[in-house]
Nanobody, 122 residues
Framework: QVQLVESGGGLVQPGGSLRLSCAAS????????MGWYRQAPGKERELVAN???????NYVDSVKGRFTISRDNAKNTIYLQMNSLKPEDTAVYYC????????????????WGNGTLVTVSS
């Protein structure tokens, strides 16, 4: 079993910043891609950013230049630094990881956190 725990969400003014964290724990052998998704009210869940073990990143166009994803492999943790936040960034942000475990070492499976709410409002 793998657990992903997000933290760092909250209420912030437009133009402000937040830093999200996601820590993975459990019977982990390795983690390939980790990423952040978000879901706003009435919207589908979308990929915000992800990062592989080598540090290669991808971002949805709407956050490029404002958000930065990073990773600490030793801690099985990713971060999302969010700057210049806009009201349209308001959403529940979910952590995702492709994880190989001790009972399933031959192939990874997706795991999800429960989400952390980010509200951008004046």
């Amino acid at each position: 079993q793998v657990q992903l725990v997000e933290s760092g969400g909250g209420l912030v003014q437009p133009g402000g910043s937040l830093r999200l964290s996601c820590a993975a724990s459990g019977s982990i052998l390795s983690i390939n891609v980790m990423g952040w998704y978000r879901q706003a009210p009435g919207k589908e869940r979308e990929l915000v950013a992800n990062i592989n073990r080598g540090g290669i990143t991808n971002y949805v166009d709407s956050v490029k230049g404002r958000f930065t994803i990073s990773r600490d492999n030793a801690k099985n943790t990713i971060y999302l630094q969010m700057n210049s936040l806009k009201p349209e960034d308001t959403a529940v942000y979910y952590c995702n990881a492709d994880v190989k475990t001790t009972s399933r070492w031959w192939g990874g499976m997706d795991y999800w956190g429960n989400g952390t709410l980010v509200t951008v409002s004046s």
